[in-house]
């Protein structure tokens, strides 16, 4: 099992989810362009020293294929439909700070320092026992579905209209589904879950010098892209 | 009518069931590669995801298990690139849904229709977004030249965006329906529900 441990230089999840709601400004903001290569740069750097050397260069790469290639004049010469299609590079270029935020919130933290951290800021139980579920779930969810399909497959039900195919595959699932929800509330029933009691938690999350590092550099950039591109 | 509380078998059904929605409403997100066809996703949306939610509410009659389970997706949307837009709209939306699902006592099943039809429109605020970023997606496109970005102009609008609203709600409407005839097919014979 691959997991990481609470080190110094890996923000806490509250750090990394307020990154993405601010990044998420420039969505709808534009920002100026260096600003935002300065905010891919330090997701990168955030990359690099905990370990993820590969999804360091990618997340400039991909940044850089966006930034660069919807620029050349060529492209007004090509018929509408084609630009249909390629407009989608422009819905990718608008939205990739806040992807690259969100992907490196999930790529580096684990599931124990999530749940965690929302018991440190105190997010009620009926919003933090469904999130906690579905990290549980879903592993489960697409095992049930290959055995389905293997299932379908044995029998010999090979169907090409979607209908069908969809009843077929979606009741087994949810009947599946609906029972292993039994079975998990069974078993968080039998340790307690419902006991009014301060949890201990195996991960315990602290707040290091590197979040305010993080939090501080990228609300300054963003703050000071949206001034400069005024 | 007593009020019922949430218990924790409530809360792991809310949990188990999203992961369900979020997973159809990815892969019908599929359809999107093609951005002309997001118009009509919301419908789309509808009339898949229909079994899922009415089972979920078939499920747990309770108060505020609606509003929670649907705010989950836009959540994780959120931190998969999306903007706050689709955080507060669906937030909107919920309370609505919610709202109408207590007049029918979250048992009745023609409320509960109407309920997940005004549920279903949650996901317009992804394409409501689009909407109140506009200038920045037009200044983005404008590299695909002049024509393109014209037409842009004149399909991003508010009245086209009231269309896909209702789209949505016709969708919810059948996606109900859908899900009514497969839970007397299926689930209650098999002692689900």
Known sequence: MYYIKDN???????TKFFV????GFTGVHSINHYSEWAVVIVISAMYFINGFKKDAIKNILWFGVLFFVPDFSALEKFPIFILMMLSLFALCRMF????????????????????????????????????AVMFRFFPSFVEEKNSIKMAMRIRGIETKNPVKYLEYVAVPLLIISSNIADDI??????????NPIKKTRYVSVRIHLIDFIYAVTISVIVAGGIICSH | MKEKKLKIKDLVTIGVFAVIYFVVTFAVGMIGVIPILFLIYPTILGIVSGTVVMLFMAKVQKPWALFIFGMLSPLIMLVGGHTYVILLHAFAVMIIAELIRRIGHYNSFKYNMLS??????????SLMQMLWAREK???????????????LIKLITYQHMALVYLGAIIGGLIGANIGRILLKKHFIKAGIV
């Not at chain 1, 993405?20 to 990044?23: A, F, G």
């Not at chain 2, 997940?116 to 605020?125: P, Q, R, V």
Request: hydrophobic residues 50%; contains cysteine.
């Open chain 1, 96 to 131: 990739y700070l806040p992807f690259a935020a969100g992907k490196f919130m999930i790529k580096t933290s684990d599931v124990g320092s999530i749940i965690s951290s929302m018991d440190a800021i105190k997010i009620p139980k009926e919003v933090s026992i469904p999130i």
């Open chain 1, 185 to 194: 509330s069974k078993a968080a029933e039998t340790k307690c879950i419902a």
């Open chain 2, 137 to 151: 997606y037009i200044e983005l496109s404008m590299m695909m030249g002049k024509e393109y970005v014209d037409i």
């Open chain 1, 20 to 23: 993405v709601v601010l990044l």
């Open chain 2, 116 to 125: 997940f039809a005004i549920f279903n429109t949650w996901i317009c605020g």
């Open chain 1, 8 to 14: 110094r230089l890996n923000p806490n999840p509250i």
